[in-house]
């Protein structure tokens, strides 16, 4: 999945109309720690660009989870979920970006969902309440998750002020998201965000 | 405490004060502890109906909780939440609150929007709720449009958090008043909330919050004990407990007031029952302190009172209760008392009691005389004093030992009182006894006493084996007649009694004026011859013994003669007793050994010189060396030197006086027996010792001639001497028929007037000088 994703930012990157920078973005939580898969994505004030549209994606249900529980894809993605339990599932979605649901297929059965408005899509079971997974829909072609040191680098980044939105399944604020501009010539950006803890079914790092 | 004189009431004081010092400690801390366990029953009480609201409250909330979450799950409800489907959402809540009975319920967006059933909570209100429950605080007390609360609240997921459903529970005073019910205690609860800074109650029935109390409630949340506090205008003891709070800065306090009159009324009647239990208690230990008190001290001062008593010479004795060491105590004091009158008697007995006989000794009877004699001046009646002496009692002592002596005495002083019963008894000491007859008109009862006693101590004892028959003398005085004082009474009667024994003992005399006469002389004389050898008043004659067969004078007889300076010549018969009674003989008897020895020195060898010697200087002087000192002095051979003795000297003494007889014969003192055939002549003494000579006594002499028997008695001796081998000497030979008799009778020698008559010394030397040594003439 990550291997995937870095494919498609390598492509953004063949696509640059604009002189490009790194810009490095860092996500500590309130002790400083560096915080890990929080989404982070840029929007350009110009040279906005979307991602390449396409491509196929699985989210599995295995053992009463989905897998994997975060994932990225572009707006107008097509995303299959395999069923490889032998109990039924009742998948939905009653995220903005995305209201699905997948009523009641049973074992290697497989329905795919076209995703064509960018935003976050919390998935959920109607039957098991423990099974939690996120798709981040995302409409910027610099979308891309931290790493374990917290920070994302877009080498690409066009030289251009902007916001940059920071989004994470656990972060406390309004829908999950915090966000804030970028000036020009700035190449990097720190946020300090508060986590909830996570539901007790969940582990921490995912 | 020392200002108490009495023990008892030291006792009493000291003991009342420490008991009760000790009940007091101990009510005290009983009546303490009582409050103590019933503040702590009550707080406990307090605290389980503390412990009864939270699990009221804790399921309650789980009620709620339990029904919130129900709804939060529901898949349509949470598709109309995500979807912002109002209506649906206001009915589906609606529909669970009526079913909970609770009057507000809302839901809160994850983004801040509110849905209500219950319009009368200002949104406003509603929103400030986002906070906490971002914060997952889901559970909790708060003031919501000015009353408080219980909030419960459960996350609608779908499947993120996308808000909450909220229900909030009032707490009305008839939820508080179903606390109360519950409590086992009549308790007061209220719940107190903060918002804003000000204080509200929710419910209860105390509805008396100020601040002042609140604010004291506040205080003690946090140390969670009771505290005491005016609840309703009343005392209480108050348990404040603190409620969660649905958001920060929020404070909810449950209040539990159990007043304290009611609280602690059954330890106020159990302290109440303690003070009078206690009060009681020191009246009862008072009590009981002075009556054991009064039980210790009692017989003590009873002995002390005893003591004093017995100080004074009474012969107390104190009442014994008991067996405790106070009833020994008495035990012992009387035993005390008892021996000290016993030891008293004794002194008294020992005083005045003669320990042999037991009769009253000599101090007694000088009381007993002067007190006759008192009364004897009053009523002018008369007493007889009896004084008496055992005859012969030395002999008796000597020869059967003192022991027996004892017994005689003992057994006549037993035969006294019985014979003078009546009469005062005494022993003054040796055998001398007294007895003190009063007497009436009739004298002739004195004369019946006398003979009285005479009889009875003449009955025949026997002691060790021995009889005896003993005898006494007595000698009487009449008082006042015969004496005007004791001293005076006694004497005559002594003297009386010297006349009873020269009268020939076993009799009894009375004292007369002429034996006071005759004991003067006698004084005189003793005086006299006292003298006597000082002043060289003795002189010794000489009477010759005529030697009948060798017709020659063989000895002289030495005889003292005294020449008193006013008296002239006084016979040895007058003087000699009284010298023997005095002792004097001694110094005297000595001299006469030493001057014959000394005259008879300067005699032809063949004479020789006999001398008298008295029983008391064989039992009493140093015969023994008198004579040998005279002996060796003199150079007088000593078998020129012969000793007369008596038969009187075997009376006393006899072991000594034959080993000293031995003893002189051995050196060759010649012996010869005196008077023999007078007094109690045994023949078992010519067996007992080997006389040199018998001297026939003159009294045979003289009836030689007259007396039928008397030649044959004289004829007997010296046969029987002559059987013996002893010489005979016949005395008192005055006329030559006596002298032709003797011969024929084969005696040894004689002596007489007949021959001549005792001589002078110089009269003798004159006749050895004129060697008219034989005076054959006569023969």
């Known amino acids: 999945m990550v291997r ?203 | 405490m020392r200002s108490f004189r009495s023990l008892s009431t030291r006792l009493t004081v000291q003991f009342a004060l420490l008991f009760a010092a000790a009940m007091l400690a101990v009510s005290a801390a009983l009546s303490t502890f009582i409050a103590g366990a019933a503040s702590r029953e009550v707080e406990g009480q307090l605290q389980s109906s503390g412990a009864v609201y939270d699990r009221l409250w804790e399921e309650r909330a789980n009620e709620l909780q339990n029904a919130a979450q129900l709804l939060a799950r529901d898949f349509g409800f949470r598709a109309a939440v995500a979807t912002g489907d109002q209506a649906t959402m206001q009915s589906a809540l609606g529909n669970a609150a009526a079913r909970l009975k609770v009057r507000s319920a809302f839901i809160v967006t994850a983004d801040g929007k509110i849905t209500a059933v219950d319009p009368s909570i200002p949104a406003a209100e509603t929103r400030q709720l986002w906070d906490p429950l971002d914060e997952g605080r889901l559970i909790g007390v708060s003031v919501l449009s000015g009353r408080p609360r219980q909030l419960v609240a459960a996350p609608i997921m779908a499947p993120t958090l996308i808000g909450w459903v909220v229900f909030a529970a009032d707490l009305d005073p008839r939820e508080m008043r179903g606390l109360e019910r519950l409590s086992a205690i009549p308790l007061h609860a209220a719940v107190l909330a903060q918002a804003k800074g000000r204080w509200l109650e929710a419910a209860g029935s105390m509805s008396a919050l100020s601040g002042e109390t609140a604010s004291l409630a506040e205080s003690h949340v946090r140390t969670g004990a009771a505290f005491e506090m005016r609840v309703a205008g009343e005392k209480s003891i108050v348990l404040a407990k603190p409620l969660p709070t649905f958001a920060d800065g929020q404070r909810a306090i449950l209040l539990l007031a159990y007043p304290k009159s009611q609280a602690l009324a059954d330890a106020r009647k159990l302290q109440l029952a303690l003070a009078a239990m206690t009060f009681l208690g020191l009246l ?38 008991g067996s405790d060491e106070l009833a020994r105590l008495a035990t012992s004091f009387n035993e005390m008392v008892g021996k000290i009158v016993e030891r008293e008697q004794r002194i008294t007995q020992l005083a005045f009691n003669d320990v042999l006989t037991g009769l009253p000794n000599r101090t007694m009877f000088h009381q007993q005389l002067e007190q006759l004699f008192r009364a004897s001046e009053g009523n002018g009646s008369l007493f007889a004093l009896h004084c008496l002496d055992l005859d012969q009692f030395k002999a008796i002592n000597d020869t059967l030992g003192h022991p027996a002596g004892d017994a005689l005495l003992v057994e006549a002083a037993q035969r006294l009182r019985h014979a003078a019963r009546g009469s005062f008894v005494g022993r003054l000491g040796g055998d001398e006894f007294v ?177 008298n010697v008295s029983p008391v200087q064989f039992h009493r002087g140093a015969l023994h060396e008198t004579i040998l000192r005279a002996l060796a002095t003199t150079g007088l051979a000593p078998n020129r030197l012969e000793i007369e003795i008596t038969e009187s000297i075997f009376l006393e003494g006899g072991e000594t006086t034959l080993r000293l007889l031995h003893a002189l014969r051995a050196i060759g003192v010649r012996v010869a027996l005196d008077d023999f055939g007078t007094g109690y002549s045994s023949l078992s003494y010519l067996q007992s010792f080997p006389f040199d000579k018998l001297k026939i006594d003159r009294s045979f002499i003289h009836n030689l001639l007259t007396r039928d028997g008397a030649s044959a008695i004289v004829h007997a001796i010296t046969e029987l001497a002559n059987a013996l081998g002893i010489e005979t000497t016949a005395e008192g030979v005055e006329e030559t028929a006596q002298l032709m008799e003797l011969r024929a009778h084969g005696c040894s020698s004689v002596q007489g007037f007949l021959f001549a008559e005792p001589m002078t010394a110089a009269d003798v030397s004159q006749l050895f000088r004129d060697d008219r040594i034989a005076l054959s003439d006569v023969a």
């Open chain 2, 284 to 321: 009862l230990m008072g009590f009981a302190t002075w009556r054991a008190a009064g039980r210790i001290t009692q017989p003590l001062a009873r002995l002390d009172e005893a003591a004093g008593r017995l100080a004074t010479g009474e012969h107390v004795q104190v009442r014994v209760r």
């Open chain 2, 435 to 611: 007895v003190l007859q009063s007497v009436g008109p009739d004298r002739g009862a004195i004369d019946r006493l006398a003979r009285d006693i005479l009889s009875a101590i003449a009955q025949p004892l026997t002691i060790d084996g021995n009889e005896l028959v003993p005898s006494t003398s007595i000698g009487i005085a009449i008082a006042p007649d015969d004496g005007n004082d004791g001293g005076t009474l006694l004497r005559n009667a002594d003297l009386a009694l010297y006349r009873a024994k020269e009268a020939g003992r076993g009799t009894y005399a009375f004292f007369e004026e002429s034996l006071n006469q005759r004991a003067q002389e006698r004084r005189q004389l003793e005086s006299d011859l006292r003298l006597a050898l000082e002043r060289g008043e003795f002189e010794l004659h000489y009477q010759p013994l005529f030697d009948l067969e060798q017709n020659r004078i063989c000895s002289f007889e030495a005889l003292l003669r005294w020449n008193h300076p006013k008296r002239g010549l006084i016979s040895p018969a007058d003087f000699v007793p009284v010298a023997e009674d005095t002792g004097l003989i001694v110094p005297i008897g000595a001299w006469v050994i030493r001057e014959a020895c000394a005259e008879a020195a300067d005699w032809p060898g063949q004479i020789r010189v006999a001398v």
């Open chain 1, 4 to 206: 995937r994703f870095l494919v498609f930012a390598a492509g953004l990157l063949l696509t640059a109309p604009l002189a490009a920078a790194v810009l490095t973005v860092r996500v500590v939580d309130a002790a400083g720690r560096p915080v890990r898969d929080a989404v982070v994505t840029f929007y350009p004030s110009a040279g906005a660009r979307t991602p390449r549209p396409g491509g196929h994606y699985v989210i599995s249900q295995q053992n009463l989870q989905f897998h994997p529980f975060l994932t990225i894809v572009p707006v107008g993605a097509d995303i299959s979920f395999p069923n490889f339990d032998n109990t039924k599932h009742h998948v939905y979605s009653f995220s903005p970006a995305k209201r699905f649901e997948l009523k009641l297929f049973a074992k290697d059965q497989s329905r795919t969902v076209h995703f064509e408005k960018a935003g976050v899509v919390a998935l959920g079971c109607n039957i098991h309440d423990q099974m939690s997974a996120f798709i981040v829909v995302a409409d910027s072609a610099w979308t891309a998750r931290t790493n374990a040191q917290g920070t994302v680098e877009f080498g690409d980044a066009p030289n251009a002020p902007g916001r940059i939105t920071v989004w994470h399944p656990y972060l406390r604020a309004p829908n999950g998201t915090m966000q804030q501009g970028l000036a020009l010539n700035q190449h990097s950006a720190s946020f300090s965000v508060r986590l909830r803890p996570p539901p007790p079914s969940m582990p921490m790092d995912y």
